[in-house]
């Protein structure tokens, strides 16, 4: 058996955090309609919840940054006549968002700069043409102002939001949809239906690509979503009421790339796609936890990651697009998880040690210009989404690298050689030998020459004062202090010539200072030559001892 090891991947290590209680939103009366949707829709500036309401529908919208507890009575986007169903911000205005409801219709609203003062009635368009309660609603990826739908009349509209009028009506389906989403360039949507049967359609014409019956066996609802590259991922049930996930290829729906069991609980699965770093993420309506998976086109090209768990069960969850996270703290993902009176936010974040931007974690995200309008979009024209730098965004706020230094430092290292140091024969413990003495003239022989008396440790400087009276030194004594004397002065000579080589380049620098010159570091240097010039006082004081030289 060959050892195959780990899988190296940069989310390896991504881990989910739920916020501090400071940063909910309490107070919320989340909707408890059994719909299988999300209920939430967020972006970089307001949050929208579907409410609970007696009489019609309505949803909160409230800005991001106003967390703690909402207000009683707040107001409310409460146009809708029945149930709201699905909200969906529009991806070219954080001001915009939409609405579908049990009323058949799907309205658009724009929310005031500020949030809501008052309750919105009026909405800026209503598209009006299914016959029965609409579901799922979707924005086009690149083109301005279109908009998908999908109602239990089993059929898909596609609408011109800003002439308010349909494009196109698909009607292929036999039953109700359970969702509908389009590609990365929409060109193309996928929609799943009760009928178990995933499609690929053509949105112009509603002509249908390629279809796979009994995509998933079981009988309760699938979800599908499409990916950058062109594959689809979709959850659903196998026949034993299993959950399951599943990788296609659009062209060739016949046989899945991949088929896993994830568990047996009942509740659906939401697939939440990153298309900048390839990542899914499940949630289960009913679940208190959050799955995540890396799609790579290596086997088995879904790679489990993780799972953040919490105690509660979630009714609903947003998730907030890649403009807005915090890559200040290397934040790639962040939902917000309803419960039944609050909304808690839930942070995924790659821990990294540098406090610079990550590159790799932030590519270039989907922007907020269109890349097509609506009539290029009809004449047939395709275009992926406009992208934007999430660094440029971020720029007057990001730790920025260390500016190189303009001004040339002299080398600290630069030093004058000294003469080779010989070991004494002192005891001296203290410092290293004195350099070899320079010889001296041989002094005239005397008549009687009396013996080179032995060289006795003079006692430490603190020691001096009550130290008895040195005796007279013979010739030989003579002989050393005056070797010993040249030794110092040629010492001294080299300290000189130490110091005078880290003043000049010091002095021509003085000549042309800079406007921004570090004072601060050039005070720091003289610190640091007032503490060499200590060390050689020393090593003089020290020397003068090991040779018994006296003031």
């Not at 309760?220 to 009421?241: C, E, H, L, N, W």
């Not at 062209?251 to 896993?260: D, G, K, R, V």
Request: with cysteine.
């Amino acid at each position: 058996m060959s050892f195959r090891g780990l899988r190296t991947s940069k989310f390896r290590h991504v881990f989910g955090t739920a916020i501090r209680k400071d940063a909910h939103y309490e107070g919320i009366r989340v909707t408890r309609n059994s719909w299988d949707s999300t209920f939430c829709a967020v972006n970089p500036k307001f949050l929208a919840v579907v409410t609970e309401a007696a009489g019609g529908g309505c949803f909160l919208v409230l800005p991001v940054e106003k967390t703690g507890r909402v207000p009683n009575n707040p107001p409310m986007v409460a146009g809708h006549r029945a149930a709201v169903l699905d909200i969906q911000w529009s991806p070219w205005d954080d001001n915009i968002i939409a609405s579908c409801s049990e009323d058949m219709t799907v309205k658009v609203w724009v929310i005031p700069e500020k949030g809501l003062e008052e309750s919105l009635t009026e909405a800026e368009a209503t598209l009006e043409w299914h016959q029965r309660r609409v579901g799922f609603i979707a924005w086009h990826p690149s083109a301005h102002n279109i908009l998908m739908s999908a109602g239990s009349d089993n059929m898909v509209v596609i609408w011109n939001v800003g002439t308010a009028e349909p494009l196109s009506v698909i009607e292929c389906h036999n039953d109700i949809l359970w969702s509908c989403g389009w590609n990365y360039d929409g060109s193309r949507i996928v929609t799943t239906c009760k009928d178990k049967t995933l499609r690929v359609i053509d949105p112009r014409t509603g002509e249908v690509i390629s279809e796979k019956k009994k995509a998933h066996d079981g009988a309760k609802p699938q979800r599908a979503v499409y990916m950058k590259d062109g594959r689809i991922f979709t959850t659903g049930f196998s026949r034993m009421s299993e959950r399951q996930y599943a990788l296609w290829d659009d062209n060739n729906l016949s046989e899945p790339i991949t088929l896993e069991e994830i568990d047996t609980s009942n509740g659906v699965l939401f697939p939440f796609y990153d298309p900048d770093n390839n990542l899914v993420y499940l949630g289960g309506k009913g679940d208190s936890n959050i799955r995540y998976y890396e799609v790579t086109d290596q086997s088995p090209y879904v790679h489990y990651i993780d799972r953040f768990d919490t105690s509660d069960p979630q009714r609903g969850l947003g998730f907030m697009p890649k403009r807005g996270v915090n890559a200040l703290q290397n934040e790639i993902a962040r939902f917000y998880k309803l419960h039944p009176n609050k909304v808690e936010p839930i942070s995924f974040t790659v821990p990294r040690k540098s406090e610079l931007f990550q590159e790799d974690l932030y590519p270039d995200t989907a922007s907020q210009t269109p890349a097509l309008s609506a009539d290029d979009w009809i004449e047939g024209k395709v275009a992926d989404p406009i992208l934007m730098s999430i660094r440029d965004e971020l720029k007057s706020v990001l730790p920025q690298k260390p500016r190189l230094a303009g001004l040339k430092k002299p080398n600290a290292l630069n030093r004058p050689k000294l003469l080779a140091a010989k070991p004494s024969t002192t005891n001296s413990v203290r410092d290293s030998a004195p350099p070899k003495p320079a010889p001296a003239p041989e002094p005239t022989p005397a008549p009687a020459p009396a013996p080179v008396p032995k060289v006795e440790r003079s006692p430490p400087a603190h020691e001096r004062e009550r130290s008895p009276p040195r005796e007279h030194r013979g010739a030989g004594d003579r002989q050393t202090s005056v070797a010993a004397t040249a030794q110092k002065l040629q010492q001294n000579a080299f300290e000189r010539q130490e110091i005078q080589a880290r003043e000049e380049p010091r002095q021509a620098q003085q000549q042309q200072i800079p406007p921004d010159f570090d004072f601060q570091e050039l005070l720091e240097e003289v610190k640091g030559l007032r503490a060499l010039v200590r060390q050689h006082e020393r090593r003089i004081m020290n020397l003068e001892d090991a040779l018994g030289i006296g003031d």
